[in-house]
C-alpha cells in the first residue's frame, strides 16, 4: 500500500507555514487585491520561512526538499492567499526553468542572486507566451539569430508572471524557423540587457498580487553559454519544466479549491431559511460534498504526481519515471484547475446575493481560479499531454504547450 502521509519534519513545516497562511495572509487578501502586490515585510518573512527554493536541489543552492514538500508547503499558501505564491520574491518558474534546460553550472550560477541575502526582493521569470500566432510558419515571431557575439534576439513576449519585477528572465525564441515548435531554443537574459524593453504591467481578471506584463527585445545579444540547451533532448526537457511548473500550480489550486470550500460551508452553516441553516437543504449539502471530494481528490492527484517526481529525481532520471512524471502530473493539472473553478463558481451561487459583494472573498477566489487555470500549463494542454503519454504518442510540443494557436497561457 502506497503512503503519502507527511513526514514528521514535513508536518512542522506544513504546521509554520498554515500559521503565516492564516495569521498574515488570510487577513490581508484585500490589502494585497488593492495594494496590487505582497508587502516587502511579508516578502521577507516567507523567504525567511524558505518558501521558493524547497523543490530545487541543494547542488544548484536549493533546499532539496523534493516536490512533495513544495506541494505540501504551496497549497498551505494558497489557502491564505492564492496570488501569493506567485507574488513572493524568488526563482518561481525561473528556478525549475534552469533546472530542466540548463547545466547543473548554470543552474547554479542563475539561481545564486537568489539564495543570496535579501533574496526575498528578487524575482526570475519565463519569457514564454506570445500575443499573436505567427501567420507564416509554425512557432515563435521572436527569433533568435547565431552571430560572432553569441546570439541576437528579436521579437516581444507577452503574459510573463514578474515581468517588471523580474531582475532575470529565460527567454524562450525561434531558433530553426523550418523546424516549427520543435525549433525553439531557450535564453539567459538579464533585465539590464540592451534593447531588453519591460513594457506596462497588464490589469487582470484575478490573482491582484501578481504582475503580467511583456518585454521587447530589439537586438537582444547574449553570449553561447546564456543559450540553455536541455541535455541530449531539448523538446523532452522543455516538456519536463512545463509538467513539473505545472504541478506547483495546482498545489496552489488546491489551496485555492479548500479556501472556497471552507468559506463557502462557513457560509451555509450560519445562513437561516425556512428555520435551519441552507446547508441542511439536501441541493446545497450534495454540492458542498461534491466540491469536498474536488478538494480531496485535487491533493490526491497532487501528491501522488509529486511523489513520482520525487523518485525521478533521486534515481537514474530514465525513460520510464519520466513518463510516469509526466502522466500523473498531467492528471493533476487538468483536474485541479477544473476543480478549482467549480469550487469558486458554487461558492459564489451558494452565497445567493452576497457571492458578487466584495464583503466576502469567494467572489475573488472565483477570478483567482479563472485565472490560475491559465497559468502554466491549462487543462486542455495537460489532457493532451496525457492522452499522448498513455497511448505513447511523440509528443508534439505544439499540442500538449501553451501556444498563441491553441492558448495563451501565462508562466
Same mark, same amino acid.
Given at each position: +500500500? ?30 494585497? #487585491? ?33 516536490? +512533495? ?11 491564505? !492567499? ?22 547543473? !553550472? ?13 533574496? @526575498? ?144 460551508? !462557513? ?25 469536498? +471530494? ?36 498531467? @492528471? ?8 478549482? +473553478? ?62 498563441? #494557436? ?6
Amino acid at each position: +500500500m502506497i503512503s503519502f502521509a507527511p513526514t514528521e519534519d514535513q508536518k512542522l513545516m506544513v504546521e509554520s507555514v498554515a500559521a503565516f497562511a492564516k495569521n498574515t495572509l488570510r487577513p490581508k487578501i484585500r490589502e494585497f #487585491e488593492k495594494e496590487r502586490g505582497i508587502s516587502e515585510a511579508v516578502r521577507k518573512t516567507a523567504h525567511e520561512l524558505g518558501l521558493g527554493l524547497v523543490a530545487l536541489p541543494e547542488a544548484v543552492g536549493g533546499a532539496g526538499l523534493g516536490m +512533495m514538500t513544495a506541494a505540501l508547503l504551496e497549497e498551505e499558501v494558497s489557502w491564505g !492567499e492564492p496570488s501569493a505564491g506567485f507574488a513572493f520574491g524568488g526563482p518561481g518558474a525561473f528556478g525549475f526553468a534552469v533546472l530542466e534546460l540548463g547545466t547543473t !553550472e548554470q543552474a547554479k550560477a542563475a539561481l545564486e542572486p537568489f539564495t543570496a541575502s535579501g533574496g @526575498h526582493s528578487c524575482f526570475g521569470a519565463v519569457a514564454w507566451g506570445e500575443a499573436k500566432p505567427n501567420k507564416d510558419r509554425a512557432g515563435f515571431t521572436t527569433t533568435a539569430t547565431k552571430s560572432e557575439a553569441g546570439w541576437t534576439l528579436d521579437g516581444a513576449k507577452a503574459y510573463v508572471v514578474n515581468a517588471d519585477r523580474a531582475e532575470h528572465f529565460v527567454v524562450f525564441a525561434q531558433v530553426d524557423a523550418a523546424a516549427g515548435w520543435r525549433g525553439l531554443g531557450a535564453f539567459l537574459v538579464d533585465r539590464s540587457a540592451n534593447g531588453l524593453k519591460v513594457l506596462a504591467r497588464e490589469t487582470t481578471l484575478g490573482l491582484d498580487a501578481v504582475s503580467f506584463g511583456g518585454i521587447e527585445l530589439a537586438g537582444v545579444v547574449v553570449p553561447d553559454s546564456a543559450r540553455l540547451l536541455g541535455g541530449p533532448d531539448f523538446n523532452a526537457a522543455m516538456v519536463r519544466f512545463f509538467a513539473r511548473n505545472a504541478l506547483v500550480v495546482a498545489a496552489r489550486g488546491v489551496g485555492l479549491s479548500r479556501a472556497a470550500f471552507d468559506v463557502t460551508r !462557513e457560509y451555509v452553516d450560519g445562513r437561516k431559511a425556512f428555520g435551519k441553516p441552507i446547508g441542511h437543504f439536501q441541493s446545497v449539502a450534495f454540492t458542498i460534498a461534491d466540491r469536498a +471530494m474536488d478538494v480531496d481528490a485535487g491533493r490526491g492527484l497532487v501528491w501522488r504526481a509529486a511523489s513520482a517526481w520525487d523518485v525521478y529525481d533521486a534515481g537514474d532520471r530514465n525513460a520510464k519515471d519520466e513518463k510516469e512524471c509526466l502522466l500523473r502530473s498531467a @492528471h493533476a493539472v487538468a483536474f485541479v484547475h477544473e476543480a478549482a +473553478m467549480r469550487c469558486g463558481d458554487d461558492g459564489v451561487q451558494l452565497h445567493g446575493g452576497a457571492g458578487f459583494m466584495r464583503d466576502f472573498p469567494v467572489e475573488k477566489l472565483m477570478r483567482d481560479a479563472k485565472q490560475i487555470g491559465l497559468c502554466g500549463m491549462t487543462a486542455e494542454h495537460a489532457d493532451q499531454l496525457a492522452g499522448a503519454v498513455a497511448i505513447g504518442a511523440v509528443i508534439d510540443p505544439g499540442l500538449v504547450l501553451p501556444t498563441p #494557436e491553441t492558448q495563451n497561457a501565462f508562466v
